[in-house]
């Protein structure tokens, strides 16, 4: 799919612009140079002019550093004193359609205040991600209420705010299908699923893990009111477990995969908290743990190089590792020293389960040679 930043180097190297100046303070700072200036002339704030004389600093179309331009970036007030050769409406026109990124909040009551306030921030989070690679105005959300307009700090006025529900949306811009991102999902999501009108997220933040199983709930009321809802999941690995939950993450996988073409491993990696790669942690290490009586107590011990293959997709520190060990009452130990524990215990079936046994003499030559 492509960008804004692609469709703005594409415009001006119709125009035979090869480079660009700015006449904006704006610009100094480090950031991607083509798709801010890019927002602010959808925007209306600005232009491309042709100018007089060669700007001091420029770039060029892949955004690198280069002596000068006999175009440049300038806010439109400058209008009367340049040549513009590229307008705001210049630009909107060569929009393509994107799909629409719809955040659904039809569960808006059944939030506490405070959780209010927190989908409040995931939408305005929601519409700076998309702005990192389309124009923002791709976002809309439905069941917006008057509540939500007064709690929604953001621009308002650069997002589609629709009062009725998601379905209603849809028919209204002809659309009768959606993809629907939902854990509860059998499906994953895939490449064929990237030609969609319309992907909706559920508008719903769960801190006390009250609306469980409630983004189904929003693909029964839409396919209710005649829409077809294809709902998919984002795994990592084969599981929802360690996939970060928040709605402006679940948004910039999918536009990670769409956009960027990355595999969904990759692209949940890239938005995984540690806090995230912990849930997904504390299912996986119990997978590993060795059994130990030792004098009839039981240790579970598991290999501390596994650190190194968990770390290689789940966002880990090596504390996050400790904690969730701590959590599990898990051992570490380096493999050499499972090896001689292994050596020195025998194999016993208790209710079961396997135990590796390792008698008190042995277990007293084994302290001895740590
Ligand atoms: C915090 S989640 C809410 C999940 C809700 N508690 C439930 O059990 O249905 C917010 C939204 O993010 C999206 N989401 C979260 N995890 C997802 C996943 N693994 N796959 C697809 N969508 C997901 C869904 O659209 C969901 O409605």
Request: aromatic letters at 10%; proline letters at 4%; one cysteine or more.
């Amino acid at each position: 799919m492509k960008t804004l930043r692609d469709v703005f180097r594409e415009a001006l190297r119709d125009m035979g612009v090869e480079s660009l100046g700015a006449l904006s303070k704006r610009f100094r700072k480090p950031m991607d140079k083509l798709q801010e200036m890019a927002l602010e002339i959808i925007n209306g704030k600005g232009a491309v002019f042709r100018v007089p004389e060669r700007t001091l600093v420029a770039w060029d179309l892949e955004g690198n550093r280069v002596e000068g331009s006999y175009y440049a970036y300038a806010p439109l007030c400058m209008k009367d004193k340049f040549e513009m050769v590229l307008s705001p409406e210049g630009l909107l026109s060569k929009l393509p359609e994107w799909p629409y990124f719809i955040i659904d909040l039809y569960h808006w009551d059944r939030h506490s205040q405070r959780e209010k306030g927190r989908l409040c921030l995931q939408v305005n989070q929601s519409y700076s991600v998309l702005r990192r690679y389309l124009t923002g105005r791709e976002l809309t959300v439905t069941w917006a209420n008057d509540e939500f307009r007064r709690m929604f700090h953001g621009p308002l006025e650069r997002i589609t705010v629709h009062e009725g529900p998601t379905a209603e949306f849809l028919k209204e811009n002809g659309i009768n299908e959606a993809i629907l991102l939902d854990p509860w999902a059998e499906k994953v999501l895939s490449r064929e699923d990237f030609n969609a009108k319309a992907f909706i997220i559920g508008g719903i933040v769960d801190t006390g893990g009250t609306k469980r199983k409630t983004t189904p709930k929003i693909a029964e009321e839409m396919e209710g009111a005649g829409i077809q809802v294809h709902r998919r999941k984002i795994t990592l690995k084969g599981d929802v477990i360690g996939v970060p939950d928040r709605i402006n993450r679940i948004l910039g996988i999918v536009l990670t995969m769409m956009v960027e073409g990355k595999p969904m491993d990759e692209a949940v990696y890239e938005f995984q908290e540690p806090r995230h790669a912990r849930w997904r942690l504390r299912k996986e290490l119990p997978k590993h743990a060795i059994r130990y009586r030792v004098d009839g107590k039981l240790y579970r011990v598991v290999e501390k190089e596994l650190f190194d293959y968990y770390s290689g997709w789940l966002k880990i520190r090596p504390e996050d590792f400790t904690k969730v060990l701590r959590e599990l009452n898990l051992i570490a130990l380096e493999q050499r020293r499972i090896h001689h524990l292994n050596k020195i215990s025998s194999p016993r079936i208790m209710h079961g389960k396997v135990y590796r046994v390792i008698l008190l003499k042995k277990a007293a030559m084994l302290c001895y040679n740590c």
